[in-house]
């Protein structure tokens, strides 16, 4: 959701109308025929501070097949979505307030990117502030990752080198174009096109939480805190895991509203999953929320829009809809039940959630509306035999 709006993907993982749909009023804005990717992966949207410029890399069908994702970036007047410019071979981009800054992968005749260039947007022309920074020695550039601090970017890249393992690759780069490498590591496996294994955020102005390839599998990542100012790297948690595309569940790779949090679910080796809770402000490691065991799966997770309390639903070790405060970390049941989605109001007094039920012979899903402070539960939409669950989007 960007503010009272949903962007919404209709159609398959490769190509589908994407569109900007009110929550309340107003006439649906259509942004055209990308891929899924665009939607799935965060940062391949994203709004200006003011909340007047909206940003979209638009992909081909196939964009997941090589081994790097780039497209064309977009950049549009809200409401008119009137395109102010655009940029192509875009890797990775960043508003900075109305102005936005781009990472740009060109191949060579062997299909690889060997060197990348830093591109800036001041609202009126583009410029170049790098041309041809170049890969690691025998590595090409795969992924990327852009952010704005202060006077300077700082850009996380995946590096695939021959003959040993991929890594991570922290630049930063000031507004003269002048660069310098912040820190390097081997990472735990590769940077996938179609995961988010690449992933800087700016957590002060000089420290950063980096996620990066854990190799277990396509969607888990370890995260750890970068010195900004020297390289160096403190892990915080490994097993971690991000969205992917084709999504195959809920976001819960989750930062309450003011970032002072972070909610992150581990999945072990034979896919059990365990929900921590990561104070960000803290030098303390983060905390076992939910209950460990054979089976533990966290479903979904939500934050109230205060960023006070998590929500989220269990199976496995139990089937439930759970919430916790920031204030005393301990796990409060709301409500017992077989749930699919999760979407919270911002007060978070109601969830509304898909709930499975035996009636006879058949499984049906009902939509339900549940008040979290005692669980009272109603049907919203009654399901129907051989009728899939409904996922809820938001509630307001």
């Given amino acids: 959701a960007y503010d009272d709006n ?9 190509s589908g109308m994407q569109a900007i749909y009110p929550l309340g009023s107003g006439q649906a804005l259509e942004l055209g025929e990308n891929n899924g990717l665009a939607c799935s992966l965060r940062d391949r949207m994203q709004l200006s501070a003011d909340g007047n410029l909206f940003g979209i890399l638009s992909y081909s069908a196939d964009v997941t097949r090589g081994p790097f994702a ?7 007047e809200l409401p ?13 981009f960043t508003f900075e307030d109305r102005n936005v800054a781009a990472v740009q992968f060109f191949a060579d005749s062997r299909g690889e990117v060997p ?45 695939r080198c021959s003959g040993r393992p991929s890594q991570w690759r922290v630049v930063r780069v000031t507004r003269n174009g002048a660069y310098v490498d912040i820190g390097k590591g081997n990472s735990g496996g590769a940077f996938l096109t179609f995961s988010a294994l690449n992933q800087l955020h700016i957590i002060s102005p000089t420290e950063a939480l980096l996620v990066y390839p854990n190799g277990l599998d396509a969607s888990v990542a370890n995260v750890a805190r970068l010195s ?26 989750l930062f309450n509203a003011d970032s002072s949090w972070l909610a992150m679910v581990t999945r072990s080796g034979n ?29 979904a997770a939500a934050w109230s829009a205060d960023g006070t309390r998590l929500f989220y639903t269990t199976s496995g070790v139990a089937e439930a809809l ?24 911002p007060e978070g007094d109601l969830a509304v959630l898909s ?22 539960e109603r049907i919203v939409v009654q399901g129907q035999r051989d009728e899939a669950a409904l996922q809820p989007l938001a509630i307001r």
């Fill in 322 to 345: 759970y919430s916790v405060s920031t204030s005393d970390l301990r796990p409060r049941l709301i409500a017992r039940g077989r749930f699919q989605g999760l979407a919270i109001t």
């Fill in 271 to 299: 896919g059990d999953e365990q929900l921590y809770l990561y104070a960000i402000d803290r030098a303390e490691a983060p905390l076992p929320i939910s209950a460990a065991g054979r089976g533990a799966r966290i479903l």
């Fill in 115 to 159: 060197s990348a260039d830093v591109s800036f947007w001041n609202g009126e022309r583009a410029q170049r502030l790098v041309s041809e920074l170049p890969a690691s020695e025998g590595c090409t550039f795969v992924s990327s990752t852009i952010r704005n601090v202060g006077e300077s970017f700082f850009i996380a890249f995946g590096e």
């Fill in 6 to 14: 949903l962007v919404l993907h209709l159609g398959s993982d490769a």
């Fill in 80 to 92: 008119t979505l009137a395109e102010r410019t655009r940029l192509e071979n875009v890797s990775s």
């Fill in 355 to 376: 709930k499975q039920v035996q009636d006879g012979r058949n499984l049906l899903n009902h939509l339900v509306l549940i008040e979290t402070a005692d669980g009272n």
């Fill in 228 to 253: 900004l100012e020297t390289g160096e790297l403190k892990p915080v948690l490994n097993a971690v895991i991000v969205e992917r595309h084709p999504p195959d569940s809920p976001r819960r790779f």
């Fill in 70 to 76: 780039i497209g064309t970036l977009r950049v549009l």
